[in-house]
């Protein structure tokens, strides 16, 4: 099982998909308390995108033999520290899915909530971990939660991840997000 886990951390570190160390960046450079609440007019447009996505799955035969953000999910109930690691994997997703969607059909809808998402990701990168250090790896809730998104991008099809980030968008913008920025307050 140790071979397993240790197998599993070097996969997933050694192709960038998960960040190790447990120390967070520099205070200074971790400036997420602007995204405590999004702008209407970006909610708007949000609203919109998920709107058309919604619109676009209709048309789709899709199903998912998992669900990759399960509603019992809550990031308080990870350290402080751990937040922005899930966070920026769940955003890591969403911007990977939906930018997929943007370059075949929905471009002119998502261009902003993606712009958006790359923007808030971009600051979510002074949050998360730096560079692995030796023998670190991610445990309890944190290391289920990123197992979770890591075997649902590899089990799913195409269209259950473009729907289960469509329902899960709001969520990540009006919980995870907020309770990112909120740091040691979101209880």
């Keep these: 099982m140790l071979l397993l886990l240790l197998l599993l951390t070097t996969v997933l570190t050694s192709t960038g998909a998960v960040p190790v160390p447990r120390t ?47 509603r019992t999910r809550d990031l308080k109930q990870l350290q402080v520290w751990e937040r922005p690691v899930a966070l920026e994997a769940e955003l890591a997703l969403t911007l990977k899915v939906l930018g997929i969607v943007a370059n075949s059909t929905l471009g002119d809808v998502l261009n902003r909530p993606l712009c958006t998402l790359r923007y808030i990701h971009s600051k979510l990168q002074a949050c998360v971990p730096a560079q ?33 980030v469509t329902f899960n968008l709001f969520h990540l913008l009006t919980l995870d997000l907020k309770c990112v920025a909120n740091g040691e307050l979101c209880v």
Aim: glycine share 6%.
């Design 24 to 70: 967070l960046r520099g205070a200074g450079g971790c400036q997420m308390t602007q995204f405590k609440s999004l702008s209407p007019q970006e909610l708007k447009a949000f609203k919109r995108a998920k709107d058309a996505l919604e619109e676009s799955l209709l048309l789709k035969n899709w199903s998912c033999s998992s669900h990759p953000f399960p």
């Design 132 to 164: 692995p250090t030796a023998g670190s790896s991610f445990h309890g809730h944190l290391h289920q939660w990123l197992h979770r998104l890591q075997e649902t991008q590899r089990k799913e099809s195409p269209d259950c991840l473009e729907a289960s």
